[in-house]
């Protein structure tokens, strides 16, 4: 489904270039649950902002379903952005101002649905992440972790392709990372969503399929876990 | 791009929904200030306008003037006109005067003055120079040798005291020369001084009628002008042309003609202060504007980079901000109207009072309100647009995170 073949990403020019990838390359199957590990600073933010089009390589080629996405208009990344590709934010990034429905039915809204059309795909994704009566709260009457499920409803309404997550629970305790990394555990499952998602957590990684470390913006190893999730695509 | 117009809605919506109400009261307020600026100098200054139309009423022109035709010194038969004029239904009174140049001295001290010559006791229904003598009497029927003399002239005037050449401190009873523009000298005993708070009053001097006659030896009841006035205020055009048809040939103008081409002399420094407060108003208030949005933009750049990273438009984002800056300028221009209506209120109760006698009262001119609102709801926009297109531009990188 995703295919990086070289991928670098360097931040400045010249001499005092900060190179945060060195050339990364490797395949993601639909329906896959991968986790990008690393040590601070070895490149897993700068990745993933590339791969949810949110940033652009410096080098390489980046195709989704053999699109040839590193090349795109903005335009037709921003169209992208919005019907193919869910990012979560480690801080949420919810509109303060919009109520947890309203946060997620402006994208469906944009996407052209109606009113009433884009209020009932809201509700049922906030649904689907265990808010069911929580859509009429803003993000302040709501705690970390109802924010970050609001933020993953929002990222899923649109069904998208691929889910990419940055540390979604980095600001989260325990049982707030769980009920997460749990709406994760079964959107992976129950419906087949394909998720990427950088952690810092060795105990995370008890939910993923597949482990991606990088260091220094190399891959340095590329470790499956659950063999039978695999196997399935 | 009607996606983009209901998400904008949405968003602006939304924010102006559970944004903070104190900021918005704030911009309101600042902004209603900005509205009151560029409408209250000019509706002020309109005061002084009709201020200063009343006083062409009430002294040179009356409602009606008529005046010779042509290169005509004078209106021929002023008797005959004044019999036409009398009879034509709505003019309540009328009356002919005889406006010459001249000079007056007083112990070494010469000014020039026009000199009206006019008959007095019919001057009590035309004009408001009996009523402003503010030491001595009016002239009566029998005065030959007597004068009045403006206040700014004779010295005494507590407005136009330094800025006009006077006789320096002439009293009623004192002697004045009067050198008229043919040669012809005589003396006067000064009857009154006259205060009008008005130059062309205050720099006036009135004679009898019957005095320039003899001085330039006229005959036949010459006029330079025969003033009416009206039963009812507003008919001045309908008497106007009743006063044609009655047959009077000469030039027949109203208070409002006349003042016209006065005021545009006159008025023209007042008009180029009127223009260039509105002008610099609207910089101030454009500025503003600007800098109020370019805050509020700013303070959102990280959510407007969020909106951009989750696949709302740029377009939907803008517009988002277009409507945000329209609804607050609606709400400031409603803040400001409220304000400047109930300020209209209060100096119409409470004039302005300059030289303690001139009341300026000011004066609401809706087609400048429009204008005004027009003007803000665009810069508006302008306003409003520009810092969020320029923010939606920036990398979604830069807008989130800073870099
Ligand atoms: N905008 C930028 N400009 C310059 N250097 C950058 C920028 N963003 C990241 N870097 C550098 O690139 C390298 C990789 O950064 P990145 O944020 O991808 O690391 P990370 O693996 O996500 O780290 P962490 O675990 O701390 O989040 C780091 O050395 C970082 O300092
Ligand atoms: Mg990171």
Redesign the interface.
């Known amino acids: 489904m995703i295919i990086v073949k070289n991928l670098k990403r360097y931040y400045g020019t010249g001499e005092t270039a900060v190179k945060a990838l060195r050339g990364v390359s490797f395949e993601i199957k639909k329906g896959e649950f991968v986790a990008i590990v690393g040590a601070s600073g070895s490149g897993k933010t700068t990745l993933l902002?590339i791969l949810?089009l949110?940033?652009d390589a410096t080098e390489g080629e980046y195709t989704i379903r053999g699109l040839q996405v590193s090349s795109l208009p903005e335009a037709e990344r921003?169209?992208?952005?919005?019907?193919q590709v869910g990012?979560i934010?480690q801080d949420y990034?919810?509109?303060?101002?919009?109520?947890a429905a309203?946060n997620v039915y402006?994208?469906s809204?944009?996407?052209?649905k109606s009113?009433k059309e884009s209020y009932e795909t809201a509700l049922e994704a906030l649904d689907r992440v265990g808010l069911k009566g929580k859509h009429n709260r803003?993000p302040d009457e709501l705690s970390g972790g109802e924010k970050q499920r609001v933020a993953i409803a929002?990222?899923i309404a649109k069904k998208p392709d691929i889910l990419f997550a940055d540390e979604p629970c980095a600001n989260l305790d325990t049982t707030n990372s769980r009920q997460v990394l749990d709406v994760f555990k079964e959107l992976n499952e129950k419906y087949g969503q394909t998720i990427v998602m950088v952690t810092h957590e060795s105990w995370h990684i008890e939910y993923v399929d597949r482990v991606i470390t990088l260091e220094d913006g190399i891959l340095i190893s590329d470790e499956r876990i659950n063999e039978k999730e695999v196997n399935k695509k | 791009m009607?996606?983009d117009i209901?998400?904008g809605a949405?968003?602006a919506s939304?924010?102006i929904?559970?944004?903070n109400k104190k900021t918005l009261m704030f911009i309101v307020f600042v902004l209603s200030l900005i509205f009151m600026n560029l409408v209250f100098l000019p509706s002020m200054i309109g005061g002084m306008m009709v201020l200063f139309t009343g006083y062409m009423q009430d002294y040179p022109f009356g409602d009606v003037v008529i005046e010779p035709s042509g290169d005509n010194t004078y209106i021929n038969n002023a008797d005959s006109v004044l019999q036409k004029v009398r009879a034509v239904e709505g003019v309540r009174a009328a009356t002919k005067r005889l406006d010459v140049g001249a000079s007056i001295e007083h112990k070494q001290n010469v000014v020039g003055v026009t000199v009206t010559g006019l008959l007095p006791t019919e001057e009590y229904e035309i004009s408001r120079y009996p009523y402003i003598i503010s030491e001595g009497d009016f002239l009566g029927d029998l005065s030959r040798d007597e004068i009045i003399i403006g206040a700014a002239i004779a010295g005494t005037s507590p407005v136009f005291g330094e800025i006009y050449d006077d006789l320096g401190e002439v009293r009623a009873g004192s002697l004045v020369e009067v050198t008229y523009s043919n040669g012809v000298k005589r003396t006067y005993k000064v009857k009154g001084i006259m205060e009008g708070t008005f130059e062309l009053v205050d720099l006036n001097a009135l004679v009898h009628y019957k005095e320039i006659e003899d001085v330039y030896g006229l005959e036949g009841s010459k006029a330079t002008s025969v003033v009416v006035r009206v039963d009812k205020q507003g008919t001045e055009e309908q008497v106007q042309d009743k006063i044609r048809e009655a047959g009077v040939n000469e030039q027949v103008f109203t208070w409002a003609d006349k003042s016209e081409t006065l005021i545009k002399q006159a008025m023209q420094s007042m008009g180029a202060i009127d223009a260039m407060s509105k002008f610099v108003s609207l910089i101030v208030g454009a500025a503003l504007i600007l800098i109020i949005i370019y805050i509020n933009v700013l303070h959102r750049k990280?959510?407007i980079g969020?909106?951009?990273?989750?696949?709302?438009?740029?377009r939907?984002i803008v517009l988002s901000y277009a409507f945000l800056s329209m609804f607050y300028v609606s709400l400031g221009i409603l803040a400001g109207l409220v304000l400047y209506l109930s300020l209209m209120l209060y100096f119409q109760a409470n004039p302005v009072i300059f030289y303690e006698t001139m009341e300026i009262r000011p004066v609401i001119d809706p087609m400048l309100l429009i204008q005004s609102m027009v003007t803000m709801l665009t810069l508006s926009v302008i306003a409003g647009t520009l810092p969020a297109w320029s923010v939606s531009k920036e990398?979604?990188?830069k807008a989130?995170w800073g870099r």
Not at chain 1, 78 to 83: C, D, I, V
Not at chain 1, 109 to 112: D, F, I, Q, V
């Open positions: 902002r949810a949110l940033d921003s169209y992208y952005r919005l019907t990012y934010f990034a919810l509109i303060n101002e919009m109520s309203e402006v994208l809204m944009m996407e052209g009113k803003i929002r990222a | 009607i996606n209901r998400v949405l968003i939304s924010s929904k559970r944004g990280k959510e969020i909106l951009k990273a989750v696949g709302i438009t740029p939907s990398s979604i990188l989130i």
